[in-house]
C-alpha cells in the first residue's frame, strides 16, 4: 500500500522557520516527482513546491519563491520542505503528493498524504 506520510507541522511564529518531512513508501518513487501543496482554510489547495526525484530540479510557486526550499534524501528516502520567514498567510494544511510527471494542478496527483498542519502567529 503506497503512502506518503507528512510530519513536522506545528504553530510558528512570524518569521520563523519551520521543516516539514515527507516519507512515501509502498512502491519506489525513482522517476516521480515529490510535490508540497496546502489549503488555507475556506481556500482552494494550491502548488508550493516540488522536486524531481532523480533530477533533484525543483519547482515553487511565486509565493514561496526565496523562502521556502525543497529538498531530498535519496538515503532516507524523504523528501522535505524547508520553511523560513514564514508569514501568517503561510498558515495552511500541507500535504505532500506524487505524480510521475510534474503537474501545478491539484486533480493530476496520484498520491496525496493525510496533511500536516502548519500554523503562523503574528
Known amino acids: 500500500q503506497v503512502q506518503l506520510v507528512e510530519s513536522g507541522g506545528g504553530l510558528v511564529q512570524a518569521g520563523g522557520s519551520l521543516r516539514l518531512s515527507c516519507a512515501p513508501s509502498?512502491?519506489?518513487?525513482?522517476?516521480?516527482?515529490m510535490e508540497w501543496f496546502r489549503q488555507a482554510p475556506g481556500k482552494e489547495r494550491e502548488f508550493v513546491a516540488a522536486i524531481g526525484w532523480n533530477s533533484g530540479r525543483t519547482y515553487y510557486a511565486d509565493s514561496v519563491k526565496g523562502r521556502f526550499t525543497m529538498s531530498r534524501d535519496n538515503a532516507e528516502n524523504t523528501v522535505y520542505l524547508q520553511m523560513n520567514s514564514v508569514k501568517p498567510e503561510d498558515t495552511a494544511v500541507y500535504f505532500c503528493?506524487?505524480?510521475?510527471?510534474?503537474?501545478?494542478?491539484?486533480?493530476?496527483?496520484?498520491?496525496w498524504g493525510k496533511g500536516t498542519l502548519v500554523t503562523v502567529s503574528s
Open positions: 509502498g512502491r519506489t518513487f525513482s522517476g516521480y516527482y
Open positions: 503528493a506524487a505524480n510521475s510527471v510534474f503537474t501545478r494542478s491539484t486533480s493530476g496527483m496520484t498520491y
